[in-house]
Nanobody, 123 residues
């Protein structure tokens, strides 16, 4: 069983930066892909970014490309989401996810989920 715990959310102003962290415990060796998703009130959960645990290949949603960076630290079993130039439309609960395959953007590719961390961007 893989456990994921996110942290780093908060209230920030538009144009500023924030870094989210996701600590992976349990059986991280069974994980191939780590992803970040977000869900705004009244909207479906959407893909933000993904990274392969071993090789560092990445995939980003068009809406965050060039502003967000996903990375991982083997020694700390941690995945990060560096978010720059934040916009009010980035406001959402951000979820960390883990799965055994691919770098896809579908929630169905991910088997494990964290509890989420709130990010609020004020204008």
């Amino acid at each position: 069983q893989v456990q994921l715990v996110e942290s780093g959310g908060g209230l920030v102003q538009a144009g500023t930066s924030l870094t989210l962290s996701c600590v992976v415990s349990g059986r991280p060796s069974s994980v191939y892909t780590m992803g970040w998703f977000r869900q705004a009130p009244g909207k479906e959960r959407e893909f933000v970014a993904a990274i392969s645990w071993s090789g560092g290949r990445t995939n980003y949603a068009d809406s965050v490309k060039g502003r967000f960076t996903i990375s991982r630290d083997y020694a700390k079993n941690t995945v990060y989401l560096q978010m720059n130039s934040l916009k009010p439309e980035d406001t959402a609960v951000y979820y960390c996810a883990a799965g055994p395959r691919g770098l896809g953007d579908s929630i169905f590719l991910y088997d494990y989920w964290g509890q989420g961390t709130q990010v609020t961007v004020s204008s």
